[in-house]
């Protein structure tokens, strides 16, 4: 923590990858100052800081309040895990839901912004708040998705993140993981009578059944991570 303290924007900018920008979300307290306020009310709101790998500049965009943007991000949510426990059905409308509510909260975070990402290919995001609870590459964009289009964007939980440890040197490589195995203790079949379904990560199951829960082999994955190998050299 100390050695972060003494670290400057300039180095923050300097470790920045290549052809990126640096995206920081925060949720700060407003006080009014266009009018006179004896109460000086401090409204929570969201503020992003934009700094560019190629540029010393940073842009400060002011999104407004948090109650809306979070009303949004709590509709996205309902909407995609309504989807995700609905079986199949109705699927046309929670994403039709998902899309309403997301696309007017990408228009509210990510659309300011835009313009001062300029031409870059990275984009690191440090999101505050709820916005730790959206998937920026899922926002609605166009009749696609963020994910689909412009910058790649990869999501950080700090900035100081960025910053290499000390006496950390540069490595190359590849690093591919599969075939996880999840009980080292014994690799069971499924029990008799457990149905897949109850066996997957995303089915709902309570606080006292979860150290219940059972994840099975997945030898697929080592054919992947043999194919992503091959394609890397």
């Known amino acids: 923590d100390r050695g972060c303290a003494s670290i400057s924007l300039e180095d923050l900018r300097r470790d920045l990858p290549h052809g990126s920008a640096l995206i920081s979300y925060v949720v700060y307290k407003r006080v009014s100052v266009e009018k006179v306020d004896p109460a000086r009310k401090r409204i929570p709101s969201y503020i992003a800081f934009v700094l560019r790998q190629d540029s010393a500049r940073i842009r400060v965009f002011d999104l407004g309040e948090v109650t809306p943007i979070d009303d949004l991000v709590t509709r996205a949510r309902a909407s995609a895990d309504a989807e995700a426990h609905s079986g199949g059905l109705g699927a046309s409308r929670n994403e039709r839901a998902y899309r309403e509510a997301a696309e007017t909260l990408r228009k509210r975070i990510w659309d300011p912004l835009r313009s ?50 000390a006496g950390a040197s540069a490595r190359k490589g590849l690093l591919v993981i599969g075939s996880p195995t999840f009980d080292v203790a014994a690799i069971r079949a499924p029990r008799p009578g457990v149905q897949p379904s109850a066996l997957l990560r995303d089915t709902p199951v309570s606080c006292d059944a979860f150290r219940k829960l059972e994840f099975q082999p997945l030898p697929g994955t080592a054919k992947e ?6 394609t890397w050299q």
């Open 225 to 230: 991570v043999l194919g992503i190998q091959s």
């Open 116 to 165: 001062a990402l300029g031409n870059a290919k990275l984009a690191i995001v440090v999101p505050d708040g709820m916005l730790n609870l959206i998937p920026f590459g899922g926002l609605p964009d166009g009749k696609g998705y963020l994910i689909e289009h412009g910058p790649v964007i990869h999501t950080l939980s700090s900035e100081r993140d960025l910053i290499p440890a």
